[in-house]
Protein backbone atom coordinates (compact mmCIF):
# COMPACT_ATOMS: atom_id res chain seq x y z
CA UNK A 1 0.00 0.00 0.00
CA UNK A 2 1.20 3.43 -0.62
CA UNK A 3 1.30 5.60 2.65
CA UNK A 4 -1.34 8.43 3.29
CA UNK A 5 2.00 10.52 4.11
CA UNK A 6 2.44 10.66 -0.02
CA UNK A 7 -0.50 12.91 -0.31
CA UNK A 8 -0.05 15.08 2.90
CA UNK A 9 3.38 15.76 1.96
CA UNK A 10 2.75 16.55 -1.82
CA UNK A 11 -0.36 19.24 -0.18
CA UNK A 12 2.55 20.68 1.53
CA UNK A 13 4.84 21.00 -1.26
CA UNK A 14 2.08 22.64 -3.19
CA UNK A 15 1.26 25.27 -0.86
CA UNK A 16 5.30 25.73 -0.37
CA UNK A 17 6.73 24.94 -3.86
CA UNK A 18 10.31 26.59 -3.11
CA UNK A 19 13.99 25.71 -2.68
CA UNK A 20 13.89 26.61 1.18
CA UNK A 21 11.03 24.85 2.22
CA UNK A 22 11.89 21.56 0.11
CA UNK A 23 15.45 21.44 1.72
CA UNK A 24 14.26 21.67 4.98
CA UNK A 25 11.91 18.86 4.52
CA UNK A 26 14.25 16.98 1.99
CA UNK A 27 14.80 14.09 4.98
CA UNK A 28 10.96 13.70 4.59
CA UNK A 29 10.87 13.70 0.87
CA UNK A 30 13.34 10.86 0.82
CA UNK A 31 11.28 8.72 2.93
CA UNK A 32 8.58 9.18 1.22
CA UNK A 33 10.11 8.58 -2.42
CA UNK A 34 11.63 5.38 -1.07
CA UNK A 35 7.98 3.69 -0.44
CA UNK A 36 6.64 5.26 -4.30
CA UNK A 37 9.75 3.50 -5.96
CA UNK A 38 8.87 0.31 -3.96
CA UNK A 39 5.12 0.91 -4.99
CA UNK A 40 6.35 1.31 -8.80
CA UNK A 41 8.74 -2.05 -8.32
CA UNK A 42 6.01 -3.79 -7.01
CA UNK A 43 3.63 -3.16 -10.19
CA UNK A 44 6.80 -3.88 -12.36
CA UNK A 45 6.84 -6.79 -11.01
CA UNK A 46 3.28 -7.92 -11.63
CA UNK A 47 2.89 -6.35 -15.01
CA UNK A 48 5.64 -8.96 -16.24
CA UNK A 49 3.72 -12.01 -15.10
CA UNK A 50 0.86 -10.75 -17.81
CA UNK A 51 3.30 -8.77 -19.67
CA UNK A 52 6.28 -8.35 -21.02
CA UNK A 53 7.97 -5.43 -19.45
CA UNK A 54 11.72 -4.41 -19.70
CA UNK A 55 12.39 -1.76 -17.50
CA UNK A 56 10.60 1.27 -15.80
CA UNK A 57 11.26 4.37 -14.47
CA UNK A 58 9.97 6.70 -12.08
CA UNK A 59 10.59 10.51 -12.75
CA UNK A 60 12.15 13.00 -10.83
CA UNK A 61 10.38 15.72 -8.46
CA UNK A 62 12.57 18.30 -9.66
CA UNK A 63 10.65 20.32 -12.90
CA UNK A 64 13.19 21.50 -16.33
CA UNK A 65 12.11 25.19 -15.74
CA UNK A 66 14.50 26.13 -18.21
CA UNK A 67 12.02 26.53 -21.26
CA UNK A 68 8.75 27.23 -19.12
CA UNK A 69 7.04 30.04 -17.71
CA UNK A 70 5.78 27.73 -14.83
CA UNK A 71 8.93 28.51 -12.80
CA UNK A 72 7.83 26.35 -9.86
CA UNK A 73 10.78 24.04 -8.83
CA UNK A 74 8.62 20.95 -8.06
CA UNK A 75 6.25 18.52 -9.58
CA UNK A 76 3.66 18.34 -7.18
CA UNK A 77 3.06 14.50 -8.10
CA UNK A 78 4.92 11.47 -8.62
CA UNK A 79 5.28 9.93 -12.14
CA UNK A 80 6.08 6.71 -13.36
CA UNK A 81 6.57 4.65 -17.00
CA UNK A 82 6.67 1.17 -17.85
CA UNK A 83 8.20 0.05 -21.55
CA UNK A 84 6.83 -3.14 -22.86
CA UNK A 85 9.67 -5.22 -24.62
CA UNK A 86 10.66 -3.35 -28.21
CA UNK A 87 10.60 -3.37 -31.17
CA UNK A 88 8.26 -6.40 -31.10
CA UNK A 89 5.81 -5.16 -28.05
CA UNK A 90 4.52 -1.38 -28.36
CA UNK A 91 2.76 1.04 -26.39
CA UNK A 92 3.45 1.64 -23.00
CA UNK A 93 1.79 2.38 -19.25
CA UNK A 94 1.92 5.04 -16.89
CA UNK A 95 1.26 5.97 -13.03
CA UNK A 96 0.50 8.94 -12.19
CA UNK A 97 0.15 9.58 -8.20
CA UNK A 98 -0.71 13.31 -6.98
CA UNK A 99 -3.70 14.29 -4.55
CA UNK A 100 -7.08 16.01 -4.41
CA UNK A 101 -8.49 13.09 -6.56
CA UNK A 102 -6.05 14.06 -9.55
CA UNK A 103 -4.43 10.47 -9.55
CA UNK A 104 -4.53 8.20 -12.72
CA UNK A 105 -3.36 5.32 -15.35
CA UNK A 106 -2.66 5.83 -19.03
CA UNK A 107 -1.85 3.93 -21.52
CA UNK A 108 -1.07 3.76 -25.62
CA UNK A 109 1.42 6.16 -27.62
CA UNK A 110 2.09 9.68 -26.47
CA UNK A 111 4.61 10.72 -28.94
CA UNK A 112 5.04 7.69 -32.29
CA UNK A 113 7.57 9.52 -34.58
CA UNK A 114 6.83 10.36 -37.77
CA UNK A 115 7.08 6.79 -39.66
CA UNK A 116 5.12 5.20 -37.07
CA UNK A 117 2.48 7.96 -37.08
CA UNK A 118 1.80 7.47 -40.80
CA UNK A 119 1.76 3.79 -40.70
CA UNK A 120 -0.88 3.91 -38.10
CA UNK A 121 -3.18 6.68 -40.02
CA UNK A 122 -2.34 4.26 -43.72
CA UNK A 123 -3.85 1.60 -41.15
CA UNK A 124 -7.18 3.42 -40.09
CA UNK A 125 -7.46 4.84 -43.48
CA UNK A 126 -7.80 1.34 -45.16
CA UNK A 127 -9.62 -0.38 -42.38
CA UNK A 128 -10.57 0.94 -38.77
CA UNK A 129 -13.12 -1.77 -37.97
CA UNK A 130 -10.91 -3.78 -35.83
CA UNK A 131 -9.93 -1.23 -34.10
CA UNK A 132 -13.46 0.25 -33.66
CA UNK A 133 -14.68 -3.29 -32.60
CA UNK A 134 -11.91 -3.37 -29.68
CA UNK A 135 -12.67 0.16 -28.30
CA UNK A 136 -16.06 -0.43 -28.18
CA UNK A 137 -16.28 -4.15 -25.96
CA UNK A 138 -18.31 -3.13 -23.18
CA UNK A 139 -15.36 -4.01 -20.73
CA UNK A 140 -13.03 -1.93 -22.31
CA UNK A 141 -15.62 1.08 -22.61
CA UNK A 142 -16.31 0.84 -18.96
CA UNK A 143 -12.55 0.71 -17.86
CA UNK A 144 -10.86 3.16 -20.81
CA UNK A 145 -13.65 5.37 -22.45
CA UNK A 146 -13.12 7.04 -25.20
CA UNK A 147 -9.34 7.43 -26.68
CA UNK A 148 -7.99 10.98 -26.36
CA UNK A 149 -4.96 12.83 -27.01
CA UNK A 150 -4.05 15.82 -29.66
CA UNK A 151 -4.94 15.56 -33.29
CA UNK A 152 -5.12 17.97 -35.85
CA UNK A 153 -7.77 20.07 -36.73
CA UNK A 154 -8.43 18.99 -40.55
CA UNK A 155 -6.87 16.09 -42.39
CA UNK A 156 -2.63 15.61 -42.42
CA UNK A 157 -1.33 16.29 -45.47
CA UNK A 158 -1.66 13.47 -48.07
CA UNK A 159 -5.16 12.16 -46.64
CA UNK A 160 -8.92 13.26 -46.92
CA UNK A 161 -10.94 15.03 -45.25
CA UNK A 162 -14.07 12.84 -45.73
CA UNK A 163 -12.38 9.92 -45.19
CA UNK A 164 -15.22 7.90 -42.38
CA UNK A 165 -12.32 7.53 -40.44
CA UNK A 166 -10.93 10.83 -40.44
CA UNK A 167 -11.80 11.48 -36.36
CA UNK A 168 -8.69 8.53 -35.82
CA UNK A 169 -6.34 9.22 -39.12
CA UNK A 170 -5.94 13.34 -37.55
CA UNK A 171 -4.88 12.23 -34.19
CA UNK A 172 -1.55 12.73 -32.92
CA UNK A 173 -1.61 10.59 -29.82
CA UNK A 174 -3.56 7.13 -29.20
CA UNK A 175 -4.14 7.62 -25.28
CA UNK A 176 -6.70 5.93 -22.84
CA UNK A 177 -6.78 7.05 -19.36
CA UNK A 178 -8.44 6.41 -15.58
CA UNK A 179 -8.88 8.32 -12.37
CA UNK A 180 -9.04 7.34 -9.36
CA UNK A 181 -10.18 9.18 -5.92
CA UNK A 182 -7.44 9.37 -3.18
CA UNK A 183 -9.05 7.25 -0.77
CA UNK A 184 -9.27 4.39 -3.81
CA UNK A 185 -4.84 4.84 -4.44
CA UNK A 186 -4.57 4.40 -0.58
CA UNK A 187 -6.66 1.25 -0.65
CA UNK A 188 -5.29 -1.83 0.20
CA UNK A 189 -5.52 -3.81 -3.30
CA UNK A 190 -4.76 -0.81 -5.50
CA UNK A 191 -2.17 -2.09 -7.33
CA UNK A 192 -4.25 -5.27 -8.43
CA UNK A 193 -6.88 -2.79 -9.47
CA UNK A 194 -4.45 -1.28 -11.54
CA UNK A 195 -3.06 -4.52 -13.16
CA UNK A 196 -6.33 -5.38 -14.04
CA UNK A 197 -7.25 -2.54 -15.61
CA UNK A 198 -3.92 -2.72 -17.59
CA UNK A 199 -4.84 -6.31 -18.71
CA UNK A 200 -7.82 -4.96 -20.50
CA UNK A 201 -5.96 -2.89 -22.55
CA UNK A 202 -4.05 -5.62 -24.07
CA UNK A 203 -5.95 -6.41 -26.98
CA UNK A 204 -5.31 -2.87 -27.88
CA UNK A 205 -1.79 -3.31 -27.66
CA UNK A 206 -1.71 -6.55 -29.70
CA UNK A 207 -3.37 -4.94 -32.32
CA UNK A 208 -1.21 -1.69 -32.38
CA UNK A 209 1.86 -3.89 -31.97
CA UNK A 210 0.88 -5.74 -35.33
CA UNK A 211 0.28 -2.86 -37.29
CA UNK A 212 3.47 -1.34 -36.25
CA UNK A 213 5.56 -4.08 -36.84
CA UNK A 214 4.26 -5.23 -40.46
CA UNK A 215 3.10 -3.31 -43.50
CA UNK A 216 0.19 -2.61 -45.03
CA UNK A 217 0.32 -6.32 -46.47
CA UNK A 218 0.37 -8.10 -43.69
CA UNK A 219 4.14 -8.85 -44.06
CA UNK A 220 6.34 -8.44 -40.94
CA UNK A 221 9.00 -5.73 -41.43
CA UNK A 222 10.79 -7.17 -38.39
Avoid: C
Amino acid sequence: MLSKDVFSFLKKLQSNNNREWFNEHKATFKTIEVGVKQFYNQLFEQLNHVDSIDSFKVFRIYRDVRFSKNKLPYKTHFGGSFHRTKPELRGGYYLHIAPNNKSFIATGFWDPNKEDLFRIRKEFEMDASELRGLMNQPTFKSVWGAMQGDELKSAPRGFDKLDPNIDLIRKKQFIFTKTYLDKEVLSDGFDKEVIENFKVIRPYFDYMSSVLTTNLNGEPIL
